[in-house]
């Protein structure tokens, strides 16, 4: 029985989508809930599994070209048997007397992911050790190969005629280049950056918060906490979300947004943690705040970080948002200009943590110190405001038991 392979159903945000790869081709063996395509959006990529046994009888939609909500991309059919590999290979890899390595029989048992990143970076198929069904040579093979692989010697300098060679020095070593597409994740980023920094009347702030106090109180707790929380970790993240969230709610302007000539107040704090991916920068939403303890703003977090280096972050993940923290410290940012993430009208950077002098009633004490940023759009935020949110946090993180004792 055939079977229409459809593209997920997108959300409002999503106009479309495209084919970025497929894990079967025609004729190849597929179990129910294998993967067989990945789908990229501007936000997240989307896996598509195979909807029983059988095999793909037709690709209709080629890696990269574009497909709608619900659209066709492929037929299959239920119940056929099918090959280990694929029945037919790409032209490239037909059989051919003077066909190079890795074109030739050996082409088919090659996936289309790792045959795209054979061709990228121009290996030998024979020299990849394979690990895949009937010796085939999956992508991790071709990943590991390049994790692996020795340095390639300097290519030696072509001859010259004598006089020329006397007069001229060729360096050693090659100047390669690559040139790949953009993901349509990592364009949408470019483009949404941009048009922020263009569309809006953003301005920053900067302020200092003493990071001792905190630091004492995670230093004194952390072991009973992961104990308590099943092995949640308590890191400076939720501290930084309690203290947002509180500051939200004193400063509603902060927590809203621009919508043509409307501001929109939002009375609840979902609050976006930008994740550094392979893909690009996303930002997960940690919904309602307000309600969640330290350690569930943790838990979510991890589970946020793990997903998206797994390619996992869907949709519902990255919807909304009111206020957004980064945190370029974990790289070792001692301090930036954070962008804004529109619709929103703030964003919160974090940065290193450095032990710096500082006065401390008439003596000079070493004390943990982090810079904050504070970027806003001057169109819903005054610079007081602003300055105002950022001081709160401050004294929020400086004596945590105000958060707890709401002053």
Not at 285 to 304: H, N, W, Y
């Amino acid at each position: 029985m055939s079977i229409d392979i459809k593209a997920p159903t997108f959300p409002e945000s999503v106009a479309d989508g495209t084919v970025a790869t497929w894990h079967k081709q025609p004729g190849e063996a597929c179990s129910a809930d294998e993967l067989i395509v990945d789908i990229e959006t501007d936000k997240v990529v989307l896996e598509v599994v195979a909807p029983a046994d059988g095999v793909i009888k037709e690709i209709v939609k080629g890696e990269g070209d574009t497909v709608l909500s619900d659209e066709v991309i492929a037929i299959f059919e239920e119940g056929a048997a099918g090959s280990s590999a694929s029945a037919s290979a790409p032209a490239a890899a037909e059989s051919s007397a003077e066909a190079p390595a890795g074109e030739t029989g050996e082409g088919d048992k090659i996936g289309p992911a790792a045959r795209k990143l054979i061709d990228e970076n121009n290996l030998d198929a024979k020299s990849i050790p394979a690990t895949g069904k009937n010796g085939g040579i999956t992508k991790e093979d071709v990943l590991n190969y390049l994790k692996n692989k020795p340095a390639a010697p300097a290519a030696a300098p072509a001859a010259a005629p004598a006089a020329a060679a006397a007069t001229v020095s060729v360096p050693a070593g090659e100047r390669t280049e690559k040139r790949v597409p953009m993901t349509r994740l990592r364009a949408t980023i470019a483009k949404r950056l941009v048009e922020a920094q263009q569309n809006a009347a953003m301005l920053t702030t900067y302020n200092e918060v003493n990071m001792k106090p905190v630091m004492d109180l995670r230093k004194q707790y952390k072991d009973l906490f992961e104990k308590t929380h099943n092995g949640t970790r308590l890191g400076f993240m939720s501290f930084f979300v309690k203290a947002a969230t509180e500051a939200l709610k004193r400063f509603p302007a902060v927590n809203a947004s621009i919508d043509g000539n409307d501001m929109v107040y939002h009375g609840y704090q979902d609050i976006g943690v930008a994740v550094s991916t392979d893909r690009g920068l996303m930002v997960p939403v940690l919904r309602d705040t307000d309600s969640m303890s330290l350690a569930d703003v943790e838990a979510t977090i991890a589970d946020f970080g793990k997903r998206g280096r797994d390619g996992k972050l869907g949709m519902d993940d990255m919807q909304g948002g009111t206020f957004t923290i980064t945190n370029g410290g974990v790289f070792g940012s001692l301090m930036s200009t954070p962008i804004l993430n529109p619709p929103q009208t703030a964003i919160l950077g974090m940065h290193k943590i450095q032990e710096r002098p500082m006065a401390v009633n008439g003596q000079v004490v070493i004390l943990p110190m982090m810079y904050l940023a504070l970027s806003y759009d001057h169109r819903m935020i005054d610079g007081k405001e602003a300055v105002q949110f950022l001081v709160t946090i401050k004294d929020l993180l400086e004596d945590p038991a105000r958060m707890l004792l709401d002053i």
